[in-house]
Nanobody
Framework: QLQLVESGGGLVQAGGSLRLSCAYS????????MGWFRQAPGKEREFVAAMRWSGVGTYYADFVKGRFTISRDNAKNTVYLQMNSLKPEDTAVYYC???????????????????????WGQGTQVTVSS
């Protein structure tokens, strides 16, 4: 089992920054990827960013490239999502997730599908005001 706990959400003005944290514990060695997804009211959960558990390889949704950065601190057992230049359309509940299996990062692949991730945190609310 793998446990994930997000924190760091809040209210921020457009153009501001937030850093989300995902503290993990349990069978981390069996995970292939750690990722972040988000879900806005009335919308489906969507992929934001992911990184290989080995740390080699990061992947981003087009709408966050250049603004968001995923990283990990092994000493703190934490994955981060640094979010800069936030926009009102970034408002959503953000979820940390872990995937056990390998995937091919091509357009539309299972790498981007939330149903193909195996463990989830409870989510943290991010609200960006205009």
């Amino acid at each position: 089992q793998l446990q994930l706990v997000e924190s760091g959400g809040g209210l921020v003005q457009a153009g501001g920054s937030l850093r989300l944290s995902c503290a993990y514990s349990g069978r981390t060695f069996s995970s292939e990827y750690m990722g972040w997804f988000r879900q806005a009211p009335g919308k489906e959960r969507e992929f934001v960013a992911a990184m290989r558990w080995s740390g080699v390889g990061t992947y981003y949704a087009d709408f966050v490239k250049g603004r968001f950065t995923i990283s990990r601190d092994n000493a703190k057992n934490t994955v981060y999502l640094q979010m800069n230049s936030l926009k009102p359309e970034d408002t959503a509940v953000y979820y940390c997730a872990a995937r056990l299996s390998e995937c091919l990062w091509t357009y539309g692949s299972s790498c981007y599908q939330p149903q193909r991730y195996d463990y989830w945190g409870q989510g943290t609310q991010v609200t960006v005001s205009s």
